[in-house]
């Protein structure tokens, strides 16, 4: 099919016609054309004699570049791409081709206005990213936009609706279906139940591109999860490959290979090709030639696993798997290979990643647009606890007002083109020299890929102690940045020196942003510029320190989480001959699923040892009163992340001592079970508030506490003053039973718990429940048993007038 009568062509009328009053969603699939036809459309002069500017966001870097290479060539229209670190747009540019993160930088107002284009195309808005959700969520209420989405996948008519506004401009979903090649489809798999599997997958794919080669003689697409896995099977494939054909070129396609690379992928060869690629090439990219498709099944995705993002290992929904499929019916009959069974139990669809991620991002993005995230109007309703979780991240830092407002210190954060926790490092950087390393490692961090491999013999080993004597992997990666040496003067295997390229490029924009320029070398040897530099960190975010566990001294905890030490680290690696670090400043970890539904497996991966003196000096740790001395004096244990840091004596005024009763208490230390009875009773009692209890209660003549919200430490002091409690000693004198919460009335409390329960225990099955009362949702999530289906509405509380949603892990689904 040439470029003359692509599918998308068959919907140009009805496009027009819509264009100039309505949004526009087009629905049609992958390859139909509309990444490329759309933009001429949109552009095309209109009824007042001028051409719209065009606007054209893409998910993906790669597809943003050879999108706008490609255009540029088939139209007299000057186009132009925007991407990190590179941008040809000029004010006359007329198609501009840009990535998300560009477009929402724009909408802040921070580079040149979005304000300047007339047209905002979306394309593969159904990849669902939060990145192009947020942008159309944004757009949707700024009436000056015609806003054009693409969709292969998503029903056109959802996002229409969505878009449509009775008082403003009505959105209209336009379906191209086109002519597609019949593709015959067969599975490989023992069962026919089987799902998709990582194991053995590169030997699994020999025999399969074998058929491929033997029933097509076009090129072959094969769909695998990560980079790792495409240089595995490459590997594996090459020698039986070379076998059937020496002539066959093995390419790979990710988001990490270079422009070159890229080309010779979306070209045609002389010789036949079997491209490995990622889900890349599922909706951004159409390679020419293909006619199989072959389909591991499997790729990695974000999902919230305990309040953490976690990347994993997933099966693809059966929408993707359409999508993969049709690759191979684009320009004749083909075949697809899935390598799985056929009635294996997928998922229709894909969540979207608001749905799945933390929202920190997101929220700091629409922010600084003027746009609080909790009250923006999106295709799905986000999830109440990643709102909250998002929204004191971004308070702590000083991000966010009380308000939720994006304060001077958010806005200067938003810009810098890496992770918001390091953006608000620097800029609480006390001076020069840490604001450069801090930069440095922040923009090594922000780099995808290897920079490195450690060597594994003692000789190497040695060397790397004498070359960067701290055992740091963040003084590694940092004076690997600013280095100037020749390769063989650094005892490290494999450098990557691309990535140490894009790095300080990235670096340099981060200054050029900053407008500082980089300081004269450093003396990377000096320990007392490393501590001021680290005890600056832990001061601006204390959770970044992290203390060995003391009987899993592979496992570190900070109050919080835990993290395993990665095999990656030089932690505790070439200490033998010293005394081995038990604390470290992790400043990256690799969050993975692990065996549980609810567990995740957090790896430290750029750790920076420290020194307990150190974690002393920063003010870490919490004081726990262990024993009373004598009338005026205490022991005082400093312990953080499960462990003491300190122990000291101490003279202590009634008020501190007050305190560290309240948190032995709650910690469980004095008074077992009291804590936890208390949490139970105050959080039943504040929730009865906002139920009506209390008005109705108080009309019955019940004499009740003032209706106010409780919070558990302060009920506890006040009630361990009242008692006139000043030292240890005097807990002696003291009951559980005096500390007791008296909240809700004992004769109504039993039909309070029954009508609305913390937590219920049914067969195979146990939840906690909280209640989203503004919204009037109970949620039940999953916290034991071995049941593998949610509860039965029958089986739960009446809870009238209330909708119920079952939680397990990132899959929230509602109980009817």
């Known amino acids: 099919m040439s470029d003359s009568a692509l599918p998308i062509d068959a919907i140009y009328q009805a496009f027009k016609t819509a264009y100039s009053d309505h949004h526009l969603v087009i629905e049609s699939y992958t390859g139909s054309g509309k990444s490329t036809r759309l933009p001429l459309w949109c552009a095309e002069t209109n009824e007042q004699g001028r051409r719209p500017r065009v606007l054209v966001v893409e998910p993906r870097r790669v597809a943003c570049l050879a999108l706008a290479d490609y255009l540029q060539h088939q139209t007299p229209l000057k186009v132009g791409y925007g991407i990190r670190f590179d941008s040809t747009i000029a004010s006359d540019t007329q198609i501009a081709f840009v990535t998300p993160g560009i477009a929402l930088r724009w909408l802040s107002g921070d580079m040149a206005s979005l304000g300047d284009f007339d047209t905002v195309m979306i394309d593969e808005f159904h990849e669902r990213r939060w990145d192009t959700d947020l942008l159309l969520a944004l757009l949707k209420g700024k009436r000056r936009y015609r806003i054009v989405v693409t969709s292969a996948t998503m029903a056109g008519e959802v996002v229409a609706n969505y878009l449509s506004d009775k008082n403003d401009v009505n959105a209209i979903s336009l379906r191209a279906e086109g002519k597609k090649f019949h593709v015959e489809l067969s599975y490989q798999a023992r069962e026919s139940h089987h799902l998709p599997d990582i194991r053995g997958l590169a030997q699994r794919l020999i025999p399969a591109l074998q058929h491929g080669l033997a029933s097509t003689l076009g090129d072959i697409l094969v769909f695998l999860p990560g980079k790792g896995e495409i240089l595995s099977a490459i590997q594996a494939c090459r020698a039986p490959i070379a076998q059937v054909d020496p002539h066959i070129s093995l390419l790979s396609l990710h988001g990490g290979i270079d422009a070159q690379d890229q080309a010779k992928v979306l070209q045609t060869g002389e010789h036949r090709r079997i491209i490995f690629a990622t889900n890349i090439a599922e909706t951004s990219l159409t390679i020419p030639g293909v006619t199989a498709v072959i389909d591991s099944g499997l790729e990695r995705r974000t999902h919230q696993r305990n309040g953490r993002t976690a990347l994993s290992l997933s099966h693809i929904s059966k929408a993707s798997s359409d999508q993969r499929m049709g690759r191979a019916g684009r320009v004749q009959e083909g075949i697809c290979i899935r390598l799985w069974g056929k009635a294996a139990p997928l998922r229709a669809t894909t969540p979207p990643e608001l749905q799945r991620e933390e929202l920190v991002e997101p929220m700091l993005a629409a922010a600084c647009a003027d746009a609080q995230l909790a009250q923006l109007d999106f295709v799905d309703p986000l999830p109440e606890k990643s709102l909250q979780l ?393 916290i034991g048993g071995q049941r593998k289906s949610g509860p039965k509405r029958w089986e739960l509380p009446r809870w009238q007038g209330w909708r119920v949603k079952y939680k397990k892990a990132s899959r929230v689904v509602e109980v009817n």
């Open 390 to 782: 998002a929204t004191d991240r971004l308070t702590a830092m000083g991000a966010l007002d009380a308000a939720g407002c994006a304060t001077d210190h958010g806005r200067r954060l938003f810009p810098l083109p890496i992770d918001t926790q390091f953006a608000h490092l620097i800029s609480v950087m006390p001076d020069a020299d840490c604001l450069d390393l801090m930069i440095t490692l922040s923009a090594a961090l922000a780099t995808p890929g290897r920079f490195y491999r450690l060597p594994t013999d003692e000789t190497n080993l040695y060397r790397l102690s004498q070359w960067e004597p701290f055992g740091c992997d963040a003084y590694c990666l940092i004076k690997l940045l600013m280095s100037d040496e020749l390769v063989d003067e650094i005892p490290l295997i494999d450098i990557n020196h691309q990535a140490i390229a894009e790095a300080r490029r990235l670096a340099g924009q981060i200054r050029g942003a900053l407008q500082i320029t980089m300081r004269p070398k450093l003396e990377m040897t000096c320990s007392k510029l490393r501590r001021h530099w680290l005890l600056s960190v832990m001061r601006a975010q204390p959770e970044l320190a992290y203390i060995c566990r003391v009987k899993r001294q592979q496992a570190m905890g900070n109050g919080i989480g835990e993290v395993l030490v990665g095999r990656e680290s030089r932690f505790g690696l070439e200490r033998h001959d010293k005394q081995a670090p038990i604390a470290a400043v992790v400043f990256d970890q690799h969050v993975t699923a692990g065996r549980g539904v609810k567990q995740t497996i957090n790896l430290a991966l750029c750790m920076a040892p420290i020194t307990i003196d150190l974690m002393l000096q920063a003010g870490l740790g919490e004081d726990i009163v262990a024993e009373q001395l004598g009338p005026n004096q205490v022991l005082i244990e400093r312990r953080y992340g499960g462990r003491i840091l300190e122990v000291r004596r101490e003279e202590v005024k009634a008020q501190d001592a007050i305190q560290s009763m309240v948190n032995s208490i709650v910690e469980g230390l004095l008074y077992p079970g009291l804590g936890e009875c208390l949490t139970q009773d105050i959080a039943a009692w504040n929730i009865w508030l906002k139920l009506g209890g209390y008005e109705e209660a108080k009309a019955s003549g019940v004499n009740l506490l003032a209706p106010v919200s409780v919070i558990l430490e302060e009920f506890l002091a006040q009630r361990l003053i009242s008692l006139g409690v000043e030292t240890l000693e005097d807990l002696e004198l003291i009951e559980a039973e005096d500390l007791q919460f008296e909240g809700i009335p004992d004769w109504l409390r039993q039909d309070f718990d029954q009508a609305y329960p913390m937590q219920l225990a049914l067969a195979d099955l146990k939840l906690s429940v909280t209640y989203q009362i503004k919204n009037k949702w109970v949620v039940c999530e999953y």
